[in-house]
T-cell receptor, first 114, second 114 residues
Framework: AQKVTQAQTEISVVEKEDVTLDCVYE???????LFWYKQPPSGELVFLIR??????QNEISGRYSWNFQKSTSSFNFTITASQVVDSAVYFC???????????FGTGTRLQVFP | NAGVMQNPRHLVRRRGQEARLRCSPM?????VYWYRQLPEEGLKFMVYLQKENIIDESGMPKERFSAEFPKEGPSILRIQQVVRGDSAAYFCASSPPDSPETQYFGPGTRLLVL
């Protein structure tokens, strides 16, 4: 069975703080993909990143960085120097095996206060 | 390149009516997925279609729900005889043929059943 767990339901920080959103996944597939999506208050889903299971290199994009560790089945997302515009619900998701359907975590609501 | 288009953005129906949700994938994308997001929950897969074919409908409720992706025109998610529990946000996603696991989402349709 495939599963994605985002244990943090809600996080509140003050602007300029760094914040890490945790994601733990379960899959028996050897080939799989992990994703992060952002859902701002306006409601749309914004694609942030895709990683495949064979690439454990950490990735940085501006203030965003991702730490993929197969040994702990985790794919954590860090926002450096958070801003109010980062306030949103963030979803981690998994696609594995022969299926292309995304399995989503329950999301982490991030509130960044000025 | 326009993104995934969904319409209507908001839909209000009375119990027992039919709801039709439309999705036009990104240009060049041949895979369409529908997901449902119940209030305060993550997204759940419903159905995966390619042109004129349903590939995976394992997430579709057994009754009242149907989906199609005709040769011409948008994909349609149809809900017959709606009930209050159908109130949710319905998201469509599309992906290119060479990377079907990477899904880009539309803005969603918010269905409210009175």
């Amino acid at each position: 069975a495939q599963k994605v767990t985002q244990a943090q339901t809600e996080i509140s920080v003050v602007e300029k703080e760094d914040v890490t959103l945790d994601c733990v996944y379960e899959t028996r597939d050897t080939t799989y993909y992990l994703f992060w999506y952002k859902q701002p208050p306006s409601g749309e889903l914004v694609f942030l990143i895709r990683r495949n299971s064979f690439d454990e290199q950490n990735e940085i994009s501006g203030r965003y960085s991702w730490n993929f560790q197969k040994s702990t089945s985790s794919f954590n997302f860090t926002i450096t120097a958070s801003q109010v515009v980062d306030s949103a619900v963030y979803f981690c998701a998994l696609v594995g095996g022969n299926t292309d359907k995304l399995i989503f975590g329950t999301g982490t609501r991030l509130q960044v206060f000025p | 390149n326009a993104g995934v288009m969904q319409n209507p953005r908001h839909l209000v129906r009375r119990r027992g009516q039919e709801a039709r949700l439309r999705c036009s994938p990104m240009k060049g994308h041949s895979h369409v997925y529908w997901y449902r997001q119940l209030p305060e929950e993550g997204l759940k897969f419903m159905v995966y279609l390619q042109k004129e074919n349903i590939i995976d409908e394992s997430g579709m409720p057994k009754e009242r729900f149907s989906a199609e992706f005709p040769k011409e025109g948008p994909s349609i998610l149809r809900i017959q005889q709606v009930v209050r529990g159908d109130s949710a946000a319905y998201f469509c996603a599309s992906s290119p043929p060479d990377s079907p696991e990477t899904q880009y989402f539309g803005p969603g349709t918010r269905l409210l059943v009175l």
